[in-house]
C-alpha cells in the first residue's frame, strides 16, 4: 500500500517501513519474523482490508530498508515503534506478531502499555535464554545456538555462505524440493504462489540488506530478553499450531503460563507457517475486538 517509506529517527538513521490493509482502518504494528522483513505483512493485506485494519510494518535496524546498527538490543526497539507511530499521529494501536517478532511485541507493550491495547502472537518465538531444556526448538536452531557457545566465527562463516543463496529467488521448479522439508501442513499452505512469496521474498528481502543485519537480529533471541513475561500486562492472545516444529507448542504452553493476561489457542493441524497463512483472519478479528 504505496510501498517503502522512511522514518528518520535523528541520529543519522532511519526506519523503513510499509503499509497495507485498510489506511483508514484500527492501526495495528505488524513485527515480522526472522530472517524476515516488513513485506511479510502482505500475509495480513487481504484480510486486514476486509476488518478495516491499517497495517504498519518497520524492518527492524539492518534489515532491508532500515538502517544498521550494531550490538542492538532489544530493550532499544520500543523508541523506535513510539517515533514511528507518534510520526504517523497514532496514539493507541494493537501489535501482530509472527514467529520472531514475538519478542518486539512483547517488550513493546511493557515499555507502552497505555498505548498498546493488546497484542497477538502467532507461532512466537520464546525467550531462549530463560529455556532449561532446548528439545522443543527446531534443530537447525539448536545447531546455531551450540555454535554460538562453541564456534562463535565458525557461525559467522556460515552466515556469510549462506547469504547468496539466501538472497536468491527460489526458481519455481525448486520449490517442492524446499516444501519437502517442511511439516505436511505448512508444504500444503505453501503450494500457494502468493503465500510462499509472502514468507520467502521477505527473508530474501533481509539477506540482501545485510549479513550482519540478519545475523545481529539471531543474536537478539539467543540473549536475555532483559525483561520478565510477567510484566507484561495487557492482553495477550497467543496463537500456537499443535504441529509447530520451530517452536514445540510445550514451549508456547510454558510462554502463556508466565503472561499474566494472557489467552492461549493451540491450533490442531497447523505447522508454523499455515497457522498465520490459514488463520490471519480469525487473528485480526480477535485482536481488534481484544
Known amino acids: 500500500m504505496g510501498g517503502e517509506r522512511l522514518i528518520e529517527l535523528g541520529n543519522g538513521s532511519q526506519i523503513a517501513f510499509e503499509e497495507y490493509g485498510d489506511p483508514t482502518g484500527t492501526p495495528v504494528v505488524f513485527c515480522h519474523g526472522w530472517p524476515s522483513s516488513r513485506t511479510m505483512a502482505q500475509l495480513t493485506d487481504d484480510a486486514a482490508r476486509q476488518l478495516c485494519i491499517r497495517i504498519i510494518s518497520p524492518d527492524r535496524p539492518g534489515i532491508s530498508g532500515s538502517s544498521f546498527k550494531r550490538n542492538r538490543k532489544l530493550l532499544e526497539w520500543p523508541p523506535i515503534v513510539e517515533r514511528l507511530v ?32 493488546a497484542i497477538a502472537i502467532v507461532s512466537g518465538a520464546p525467550p531462549i535464554a530463560d529455556l532449561a531444556d532446548h528439545s522443543g526448538l527446531l534443530r537447525l536452531y539448536r545447531w546455531m545456538l551450540k555454535f554460538r557457545r562453541t564456534s562463535p566465527q565458525l557461525l559467522r562463516i556460515l552466515f556469510h ?16 524440493l524446499i516444501l519437502k522439508f517442511l511439516h505436511p501442513y ?16 521477505s527473508a530474501r528481502r533481509a539477506w540482501r540488506g545485510s549479513v550482519e543485519g540478519v545475523m545481529i537480529d ?3 533471541y539467543a540473549e536475555p530478553w532483559g525483561f520478565k513475561l510477567e510484566d507484561v500486562d495487557v492482553p495477550v492472545r497467543l496463537w500456537h499450531g499443535l504441529q509447530d516444529r520451530a517452536f514445540s507448542f510445550r514451549v508456547a504452553e510454558e510462554v502463556a503460563k508466565r503472561l499474566p493476561n ?5 491450533i490442531d493441524k497447523v505447522g508454523h507457517y499455515s497457522l498465520p497463512i490459514r488463520y490471519m483472519r ?7 475486538a481484544g
Open 86 to 117: 507518534d510520526d504517523l499521529s497514532v496514539t493507541k494501536f494493537r501489535m501482530l506478531a509472527i514467529s520472531g517478532g514475538a519478542p518486539y511485541a512483547y517488550i513493546t507493550a511493557r515499555a507502552m502499555p497505555k498505548r498498546v491495547r
Open 161 to 176: 555462505i549462506a547469504q547468496p543463496v539466501a538472497a536468491r529467488r527460489i526458481p519455481i521448479q525448486l520449490r517442492p
Open 186 to 201: 505448512d508444504a500444503a499452505v505453501l503450494h500457494d504462489n502468493a503465500a510462499f512469496e509472502a514468507c520467502f521474498e
Open 218 to 220: 539471531a543474536q537478539v
Open 262 to 266: 494472557c489467552k492461549a489457542r493451540y
Open 282 to 288: 480469525e487473528v485480526l478479528t480477535d485482536l481488534i
